[in-house]
């Protein structure tokens, strides 16, 4: 099969190809796996945490990938959920203990850094983490749903917003669209504030109702009960604890965070950041229960997934238009077989 291979870690802007294009075996089902024969895989900033090191994979070499959709090929020994042909989902939890906070325990197993992903045309998972894909998705709109989505109804569930409190979303790119339209289903009466570098992100924001969006830095109309942070700096998070809420939460949803502004940390005041009990919680993970629940919901909305689409072999410059900033919805690999 053909596979996008990261063979070592790298600095993205010293090789800007960290990822090879290779011929490998196609891997067999162990028993309670199966196979599936990959259409689709959304591009993270995960995958980006990885390649530079700070997620590193258990071993190289490996293939990245996580927000995966495709069809089953065969079962492994024992599988019985799926059948050959049905069209499944995997996400970053390939594999766990299967408690309530199997997304914090030793077992848990991330997909494309722990085990091989879905930047290939072929995958294994355990059938327990395979979800079925709603019909009104396409395997490239779906693709997003499985980490994106996912992880972004995990954070707005840890925000614990009640309907008509103020919402404010900080970063607005693959995860944030979703979560703003979201937040618009579920708090109807939830005023939804956007925070985000660039005018083509703040006009697209608006375009999917937010009622007001601004630059990173600047005040919003009215301070949120909540917010959550999706961007991969720190210069947001000062800014969302400044503009919080007394006794408001700021969600970071992120696996890792770049060294690039860390210095702005030493900026923390505690009068101005922290007091007045303002609250910082994260996002570790994701967990089953999470896909299982968010799938359903989303088809309901339904949620309006924009996808980029890019070959397989193109997976570099999807990651690389990703981290210089290229945003607007989510990119994903159109994989043919």
Same mark, same amino acid.
């Given at each position: 099969?053909?596979?996008?291979?990261?063979?070592?870690?790298?600095?993205?802007?010293?090789?800007?190809?960290?990822?090879?294009?290779?011929?490998? &075996?196609?891997?067999?089902?162990?028993?309670?796996?199966?196979? =599936? @024969?990959?259409?689709?895989?959304?591009? /993270? !900033?995960?995958?980006?945490?990885?390649?530079?090191?700070?997620?590193?994979?258990?071993?190289?070499?490996?293939?990245?990938? $996580?927000?995966?959709?495709? $069809?089953?090929?065969?079962?492994?020994?024992? *599988?019985?959920?799926?059948?050959?042909?049905? +069209?499944?989902?995997?996400?970053?939890?390939? *594999?766990?203990?299967?408690?309530?906070?199997?997304?914090?325990?030793?077992?848990?197993?991330?997909?494309?850094?722990? =085990?091989?992903?879905?930047?290939?045309?072929?995958?294994?998972?355990?059938?327990?983490?395979?979800?079925?894909?709603?019909?009104?998705?396409?395997?490239?709109?779906?693709?997003?749903?499985? /980490?994106?989505?996912?992880?972004?109804? +995990?954070?707005?569930?840890?925000? %614990?917003?009640?309907?008509?409190?103020?919402? %404010?979303?900080?970063?607005? %790119?693959?995860?944030?669209?979703?979560?703003?339209?979201?937040?618009?289903?579920?708090? &109807?009466?939830?005023?939804?504030?956007?925070?985000? #570098?660039?005018?083509?992100? #703040?006009?697209?924001?608006?375009?999917?109702?937010?009622?007001?969006? %601004?630059?990173?830095?600047?005040?919003?109309?009215?301070?949120?009960?909540?917010?959550?942070?999706?961007?991969?700096?720190?210069?947001?998070?000062?800014?969302?604890?400044? /503009?919080?809420?007394?006794?408001?939460?700021? =969600?970071?949803?992120?696996?890792?965070?770049?060294?690039?502004?860390?210095?702005?940390? @030493?900026?923390? +005041?505690?009068?101005? !950041?922290?007091?007045?009990?303002?609250?910082?919680?994260?996002?570790?993970?994701?967990? $089953?229960?999470?896909?299982?629940?968010?799938?359903?919901?989303?088809?309901?909305?339904?949620?309006?997934?924009?996808?980029?689409?890019?070959?397989?072999?193109?997976?570099?410059?999807?990651?690389?238009?990703? #981290?210089?900033? $290229? =945003?607007?919805?989510?990119?994903?690999?159109?994989?043919?077989?």
């Amino acid at each position: 099969m053909r596979a996008m291979v990261l063979r070592s870690i790298v600095d993205l802007d010293r090789n800007r190809r960290p990822l090879e294009l290779i011929e490998m &075996p196609q891997p067999e089902p162990a028993a309670g796996e199966i196979l =599936v @024969a990959v259409s689709a895989c959304g591009v /993270c !900033h995960t995958e980006l945490d990885e390649i530079e090191g700070r997620t590193p994979p258990e071993k190289l070499p490996i293939i990245p990938g $996580h927000e995966i959709v495709g $069809h089953v090929a065969a079962n492994g020994a024992g *599988s019985q959920r799926f059948c050959d042909g049905d +069209r499944v989902g995997i996400g970053w939890i390939h *594999s766990s203990d299967g408690s309530e906070y199997e997304n914090l325990g030793a077992q848990f197993r991330a997909t494309g850094r722990d =085990v091989n992903g879905g930047y290939a045309e072929f995958v294994t998972v355990p059938e327990t983490y395979a979800y079925p894909i709603p019909d009104v998705y396409s395997d490239i709109e779906a693709a997003p749903l499985l /980490c994106a989505g996912g992880v972004g109804y +995990r954070a707005l569930r840890l925000t %614990g917003l009640q309907n008509g409190q103020v919402l %404010g979303l900080t970063g607005f %790119g693959g995860s944030g669209h979703l979560v703003l339209q979201l937040a618009k289903y579920l708090f &109807p009466e939830s005023m939804l504030l956007v925070f985000a #570098r660039s005018q083509k992100e #703040r006009d697209f924001a608006i375009t999917l109702g937010a009622d007001w969006a %601004g630059d990173t830095t600047v005040s919003p109309p009215t301070m949120p009960d909540a917010i959550i942070d999706t961007t991969p700096a720190w210069k947001p998070v000062l800014a969302a604890l400044e /503009c919080l809420r007394p006794g408001g939460r700021l =969600v970071i949803n992120a696996i890792r965070k770049e060294d690039r502004d860390r210095h702005l940390l @030493a900026d923390l +005041r505690y009068e101005d !950041h922290l007091w007045l009990e303002k609250e910082i919680k994260t996002v570790a993970n994701i967990t $089953h229960d999470d896909i299982a629940a968010f799938l359903p919901i989303a088809a309901q909305v339904p949620l309006k997934v924009r996808t980029q689409t890019y070959a397989l072999e193109s997976a570099n410059e999807a990651l690389l238009e990703l #981290r210089d900033g $290229h =945003v607007r919805g989510v990119k994903v690999l159109s994989i043919k077989q």
